[in-house]
């Protein structure tokens, strides 16, 4: 069954650092996301992307965080300059189509900022 | 603002009871609804979504949608150990592409 992936599944950073977080959607798939969630609190969106530009983003999508894919397979989420409130659990997730369409998320990557 | 309200729990329940987990939205454009099943430390797993109101079976589990009342419920039968979890009701629509969340409510099914 096809699955998300995400790349790496643990990254410790030191604070000011950039950060980039790799993920291949489902292959077939149209439209990805970025979620997060802090440890103990809910998962949070942070932007979909669709056909190669963002289609919406929250208002945590701040500008310190941009998405890109760069090639055919991978979509990327990159951190310009962390800080200790980006500490949390990354979840990319794609989905056929939108609104009406079921999410499948990856695994995630959990981001430790010191 | 669009919410999602969800009883943190934890909601204890016997195992091969039933399991009734409740949620309710704030944003009437809301068009589709997901429970999504998130074991500690892992990513959200979809359960169910229901389009429509009414209820929707698959296998162990009922949702249960009511946008009048703008409420979804998920039943869970012959509850087992292995369905402790955190369920996370979410919903899309309304123009946003993003799946806003609820907390969850942490389901322990007692042996």
């Known amino acids: 069954e096809p699955e998300v992936t995400q790349t790496p599944s643990h990254q410790v950073t030191q604070m000011g650092q950039e950060v980039i977080l790799r993920c291949v959607p489902i292959s077939n798939h149209l439209y990805f996301y970025w979620y997060r969630q802090i440890l103990g609190q809910k998962v949070e969106f942070l932007v979909s992307f669709y056909n190669n530009e963002i289609s919406e983003k929250s208002e945590i999508f701040d500008d310190q965080f941009s998405v890109e894919r760069p090639d055919g397979s991978n979509f990327t989420l990159k951190i310009r300059s962390t800080k200790l409130e980006d500490s949390a659990m990354y979840f990319c997730?794609?989905?056929?189509?939108?609104?009406?369409?079921?999410?499948?998320f990856g695994p995630g990557t959990r981001l430790l900022v010191l | 603002q669009k919410e999602v309200e969800q009883n943190s729990g934890p909601l204890s329940v016997p195992e091969g009871a039933i399991a009734s987990l409740n949620c309710t939205y704030s944003?009437?454009?809301?068009?589709?609804f997901f429970w999504y099943r998130q074991y500690s430390g892992k990513s959200p797993e979809l359960i169910m979504f229901i389009y429509s109101n009414g209820d929707k079976e698959d296998g162990r589990f009922t949702a249960q949608l009511n946008k009048a009342s703008q409420y979804v419920s998920l039943l869970i039968r012959d509850s087992q150990p292995s369905d402790s979890a955190t369920y996370l009701c979410a919903f899309s629509g309304g123009g946003a592409d993003g799946l806003t969340f609820g907390k969850g409510t942490h389901l322990i099914i007692q042996p």
């Open positions: 997730a794609s989905s056929e189509a939108t609104v009406r369409e079921t999410q499948y």
């Open positions: 944003d009437r454009g809301s068009q589709s």
